[in-house]
């Protein structure tokens, strides 16, 4: 019997599971509506206020600059060719933390953001392709 070699850059290896194509999408939902959270709030805010609300906007913002980092890390969790890129346990953190701003979206994203990374496929699949070697082409 004759056994095949594989290498890192193999096509079988670069298969994503499912969870992590999963989690892509819903950190990009949860991105968008954090960005349409913040910016929700800090309309109300200064409208409600008659603009003295402003004063207050390095607060409400916080949700939208979140987003923007949560579209920013799904976009590379789903490239293809995939990029090598760690799995983001702060995000997750800050996805749940939304829940102050009334996001319950971002909450359960959150939640299952983690559980998802310790599924051992997940992590098996982020290990692989952060040590594949980066190719420069000229």
């Known amino acids: 019997m004759e056994q095949i070699p594989t290498t890192t ?3 079988a290896l670069a298969v994503k599971p ?12 949860s991105g968008v509506l954090n960005i349409l959270t913040g910016l929700g709030i800090t309309f109300v805010v200064a409208v409600s ?5 402003l004063l207050c906007a390095p607060i409400t913002f916080l ?19 995939p990029t090598p890129v760690q799995f983001s346990q702060t995000i997750a953190i800050l996805e749940i933390l939304t829940i102050l701003f009334g996001n319950a979206v971002s909450l359960i994203v959150g939640i299952l953001a983690l559980v998802f990374y310790n599924d051992p496929l997940v ?11 980066v190719v420069v082409e000229n």
């Open 9 to 11: 850059n193999s096509p």
């Open 18 to 29: 499912g969870m992590v194509t999963t989690l892509g999408v819903m950190t990009l939902v």
């Open 49 to 53: 206020t008659l603009g003295i609300g």
């Open 63 to 81: 949700p939208g600059i979140l987003g923007v980092f949560e579209i920013l890390y799904a976009l590379k969790i789903l490239a293809n060719p």
């Open 123 to 133: 992590r098996e699949y982020f290990e692989r392709i952060n040590a594949q070697p």
